[in-house]
């Protein structure tokens, strides 16, 4: 199974957010029923992994949070030639209880004996991938909607998630929903 822990964002936000979606020749849009938060990215692992995660999952105990949106801009790649645009994405304004769960959930995953995520956490909403989109008009998408903001909405869960592959894009599973008090 190839496994993430994410939020699932509510209608409201999803609706904001496929309204900034287009104008850019080449990006590829997130639908709006894949749009999420993710906590912790997994990959692949057997199925008695998977149940030591949800173990480890179920037994947090974490707080609900307010989630806004606070703008926009692209994730690039270094490589050979200097930095690529690889995803173009919403922020989230920093919170300390989202903070404080997604640092309990890599404890707890580490736990079960999965490697440190070696990124910092920095949360974030994939909206398209940018890799065949002009640099210029990728400035000027960002330019145009990087004072998006929303008001907070309350999140009250976390999920833990299945990927497959589709035909156009990933199809999403929600495995075990978590609630948080």
Sequence with gaps: ??????????????????????????ARWTAPENLHLTL????????DVADEIDCALGALRGRRFGLALRGTGVLERNGRGGARAMALWAGIARDDRL???????????????????????QPHIALARVDQVAPAALAGWVQAHNL???????????????????????VYTEEVDYALS
């Design 1 to 26: 199974m190839r496994l993430f822990v994410a939020v699932a964002l509510p209608w409201t936000v999803r609706e904001t957010l496929a309204g900034l979606c287009g104008g850019l020749n080449g």
């Design 99 to 121: 903070d404080h769960l997604q640092a309990k959930i890599e404890t707890a995953l580490q736990r079960t004996g999965l490697p440190a995520d070696k990124r910092r956490f």
């Design 148 to 170: 998006l903001r929303s008001e907070p909405v309350e999140i009250d869960r976390f999920i833990l998630y299945s990927s497959q592959p589709g035909p156009d894009q990933p």
């Design 40 to 47: 912790r990215f997994i990959g692949e692992v057997r199925g």
